[in-house]
C-alpha cells in the first residue's frame, strides 16, 4: 500500500485479484492490471462497459474545475472502448463546510458536462460527512453498452502493433500545478508559462482523441487497443498496456511528445513529465498498415499525435530507446506528481 495515488501493483495482486466476490460467467473481462474497463456480457451479443473512479472535489482548484474532473477522468476510462459512456452512477461524500450554493454550482456542472457527452445520470447517493477534508469527494461508475465483440481493451494490443501518443506528457499535472500554485509558478516562470499551463486543464478530456483515432468506418479493424493516461505518466501507460496484454514493448525516447509548459512546470516541482499522471492523453495501439490513417483522422481533428514505438513479443522485454542506447523501461508504483503537491502545499508554496 502506499500514502497516496492508487493501490500498488503487488497489493493489487495481493488483496484485490484473489478475491473478487461471486465468480459470474458473463463476466469477460474483470479487475486486471493496467485495464481501464471491464465488461459483462448480456444477451444478443451486447457487451456492458463500466469503469469507475474517484470524483474531485478541490476547493484551490475551483467548483467548475472540479466538475470537469470528476466527469471527463471516468469518460477517459470509457473512451479506450472506443465508445462514448451512456451512463453515470455518482456517490458523493461532502463536507459539511460546503455551502448549499456552492453544492448547487457544482452539481450544476457535472449535469452540463455529463449531458455535453451523452451521459445520463441514473443514480447515486449524496450526503455529508463530518470530518470530511479530502479533495475526492466520493466515487463514480460510467457505463455504457455495445457490441461485445467490437468493445477495445488494453489487453487486446498485440505484439507488432505501432504505439501513438495524442497530445503531450504530463498534461494534468502541469495543469493542476499552475492553477493551485499560481503565485509560484508565475515567480519562478513567468505569466507566459503560468497562463499556458492553466490553458491546459481543459484539454484534460481524451474522450474525443479515442472516437477520432478509432473512426466509425473501421471500427475493430485499424485500432487494436487503447489506454488512457492517468498515474504514471505516458511510460507507465504504456509499461501498463504491455504488461496487460502480455507482450513487450520499445519506446523511443526522443519521440515522446514533451510540451514546452509541461516541461517547465514539472521541472519547477522537480518531477519527470514522462511519468506522471497525464490525462487527455491517449496511448492507442494501431495495426502497422493503417498507421498513416489513424493519424490522418487524429490531424483532420486538430488532434496532435505522436508515434513512440511498437508493442514486441514479450521474450524483448520493456524497453527505451534513449540516445541509441537500449534500457529497461521502468514502472513505478506512486506517482510522484502527490509527492511534488503535498511537498509544495506543506512548503506554503501558493
Known amino acids: 500500500m502506499t500514502l497516496s495515488g492508487k493501490i500498488s501493483g503487488g497489493g493489487f495482486e495481493q488483496f484485490i485479484l484473489p478475491q473478487l466476490g461471486y465468480n459470474r460467467p458473463e463476466v469477460t473481462s474483470g479487475p486486471a492490471f493496467g485495464v481501464d474497463v471491464s465488461v459483462i456480457g448480456l444477451l444478443g451479443g ?20 472540479s466538475a470537469w474532473l470528476s466527469v471527463h477522468l471516468m469518460a477517459n476510462d470509457m473512451a479506450t472502448t472506443g465508445f462514448t459512456p451512456m451512463y453515470a452512477q455518482m456517490v458523493l461524500n461532502l463536507p459539511p463546510s ?54 477495445l481493451l488494453s489487453h487486446k494490443a498485440e505484439a507488432g502493433n505501432v504505439i501513438i501518443v495524442t497530445k503531450a506528457c504530463a498534461t494534468s499535472s502541469a495543469a493542476l500545478l499552475a492553477m493551485c500554485f499560481p503565485q509560484t509558478v508565475k515567480n519562478q516562470l513567468g505569466t507566459e508559462v503560468y497562463q ?13 482523441d479515442a472516437l477520432t483515432a478509432v473512426g466509425l468506418p473501421s ?38 511528445p514533451l510540451g514546452d509548459a509541461q516541461q517547465s512546470i514539472c521541472k519547477l516541482f522537480g518531477i519527470d513529465s514522462r511519468f506522471c499522471i497525464g490525462a487527455g492523453s491517449m496511448v492507442i495501439a494501431v495495426d502497422k498498415g493503417y498507421v498513416d490513417n489513424v493519424l490522418q483522422r487524429l490531424a ?39 509527492d511534488a503537491f503535498f511537498n509544495a502545499y506543506k512548503n506554503g508554496w501558493k
Not at 498496456?241 to 526522443?254: I, Q, W
Not at 523501461?329 to 506517482?335: A, E, F
Request: hydrophobic share 35%; net charge negative; charged share 15%.
Open 219 to 256: 471500427r475493430g479493424k485499424e485500432v487494436t487497443a487503447m489506454h488512457d493516461v492517468t498515474e504514471g505518466g505516458v511510460l507507465g501507460a504504456i509499461y501498463e498496456m504491455a504488461v496487460a496484454s502480455n507482450n513487450g514493448v520499445k519506446v523511443y525516447n526522443e519521440q515522446l
Open 98 to 151: 460546503l455551502t448549499e450554493q456552492d453544492f448547487a454550482s457544482y452539481w450544476g456542472y457535472i449535469h452540463k458536462y455529463s449531458q455535453a457527452i451523452g451521459v445520463a445520470i441514473t443514480g447515486g447517493h449524496t450526503g455529508t460527512i463530518e470530518g470530511q477534508n479530502s479533495t475526492i469527494a466520493g466515487g463514480g461508475t460510467m457505463l455504457l453498452t455495445a457490441p461485445v465483440d467490437v468493445i
Open 196 to 208: 499556458e499551463g492553466c490553458g491546459l486543464f481543459y484539454q484534460t478530456s481524451s474522450l474525443i
Open 46 to 65: 451486447t457487451g456492458l462497459a463500466l469503469t469507475s473512479d474517484p470524483l474531485s472535489l478541490i476547493p484551490s482548484l475551483g467548483l467548475q474545475e
Open 300 to 338: 483532420s481533428a486538430q488532434i496532435k499525435a505522436t508515434v513512440v514505438g511498437e508493442f514486441t513479443s514479450l521474450a524483448d522485454g520493456y524497453k527505451l530507446i534513449e540516445n541509441g542506447h537500449e534500457n529497461d523501461l521502468l514502472y513505478y508504483s506512486k506517482d510522484p506528481y502527490w
